[in-house]
Nanobody
Framework: QVQLVESGGGLVQAGGSLRLSCAAS????????MAWFRQVAGKEREFVVG????????NYADSVKGRFTISRDNAKNAVYLQMNSLKPEDTAVYYC????????????????WGQGTQVTVSS
């Protein structure tokens, strides 16, 4: 029943913008923290940004501060990642995750994951 589905990925030029969406089902959206991770083939999945249940508290990875913004909409059961000033190093599969049982930056503490959406930034 619990499901997270990402969308909005694609190919953009460096300096461009993209907004990712994560649709949640199963009655978890309003009761859990949410986060975005990303992963490049052959590398470890890394924390991008997390948000508390209300969205009042957020934590961004240093690499995306000032460029990415997380937001959530309880009415739509969705969480978003607005990505601006994209760089080639932002290229990765982006994953939505929910319900943390510990430190947000560790992927092992999150209970639910989406399948990911590919973001490719060209030079």
């Amino acid at each position: 029943q619990v499901q997270l589905v990402e969308s909005g990925g694609g190919l953009v030029q460096a300096g461009g913008s993209l907004r990712l969406s994560c649709a949640a089902s199963g009655g978890i959206f309003s009761n859990c923290a949410m986060a975005w991770f990303r992963q490049v083939a052959g590398k470890e999945r890394e924390f991008v940004v997390g948000s508390s249940r209300s969205g009042a508290l957020t934590n961004y990875a240093d690499s995306v501060k000032g460029r990415f913004t997380i937001s959530r909409d309880n009415a739509k059961n969705a969480v978003y990642l607005q990505m601006n000033s994209l760089k080639p190093e932002d290229t990765a599969v982006y994953y939505c995750t929910a319900c943390a049982g510990g430190s947000w930056n560790s992927q092992t503490v999150w209970s639910y994951w989406g399948q990911g959406t590919q973001v490719t930034v060209s030079s």
